[in-house]
């Protein structure tokens, strides 16, 4: 009965565990659009964020030549944060707007982007009065080389992207909020890290088989008694 405990606890170890696929990407930027008017009230010159998508999420077409295959993936973002100090920020989850891979076969820039992100008052925090939603898109940009193929990437090396990387939020505000409409802000990123997300959950198949070992030893211990 040892043996067949030793069996279902290796068959746990070795069973493929039950994966999101989900990928976090952390950065920090500094302010590049002083120029934009301070609907905040206070200077905002910093910020640090993450955005976590699934690396899994099925994609569409978006443009397929002889020179460029982007696909988009709706929904793929599950997560955002953001903090510009100050208490101004926000952070949303769920199926979020979309992300777009580029890829350029031979001239041009490969590009990563996370698009069309809305965050409502509820999910921000020290937004100007008048406020009616938040808009943030994400891109990160590099060589023809820096990207193989137009399939959502996994955990990558963002030192591949060697171009443009930035956030840009749209302030939209309501009439009688002057100034009215969006007020734009860009940070170009400092720092850029990937990582996984989350841990691997063992198959629940898996952990029946491990119990099923466990109580028969139970059961063979109580009848040598």
């Not at 069973?15 to 990407?25: C, E, F, P, Y």
């Not at 699934?54 to 988009?72: H, K, L, M, Q, W």
């Not at 994400?138 to 030192?159: E, K």
Request: proline share 6%.
């Amino acid at each position: 009965m040892r043996h067949f405990l030793s069996v279902a606890a290796l068959a746990m170890l070795v069973s493929t565990g039950a994966q999101a696929g989900l990928v976090k990407v952390s950065f920090t930027g500094i302010n590049s659009s002083p120029a934009a008017p301070n609907v905040f009230g206070t200077a905002v010159p910093t910020i640090t964020g993450y955005v976590i998508y699934d690396d899994e999420t099925a994609g569409t077409p978006f443009v397929v030549n002889a020179t460029r295959s982007a696909y988009n993936y709706g929904g793929a973002i599950k997560e955002i944060g953001f903090d510009l100090g100050s208490g101004i920020g926000g952070t949303a989850s769920g199926d979020l707007g979309s992300m777009q891979v580029s890829d350029q076969f031979t001239v041009g820039q490969d590009r990563l982007s996370f698009n069309n992100i809305f965050l409502t008052p509820s999910q921000t925090t020290g937004e100007p009065a008048g406020t009616v939603r938040f808009q943030v898109t994400i891109g990160m940009s590099g060589p023809f080389s820096a990207l193989s193929t137009s399939d959502l990437p996994g955990v990558f090396d963002p030192a591949i992207f060697t171009g443009q990387k930035n956030f840009s939020l749209f302030v939209n505000r309501g009439t009688g909020a002057p100034p009215a409409g969006a007020v734009s802000f860009n940070f170009n990123f400092d720092s850029v890290t990937v990582e996984p997300f989350g841990t691997d959950v063992p198959e629940p198949a898996t952990l029946a088989l491990f119990g099923l070992g466990a109580a028969a030893i139970g059961l063979r211990r109580r009848k040598s008694a």
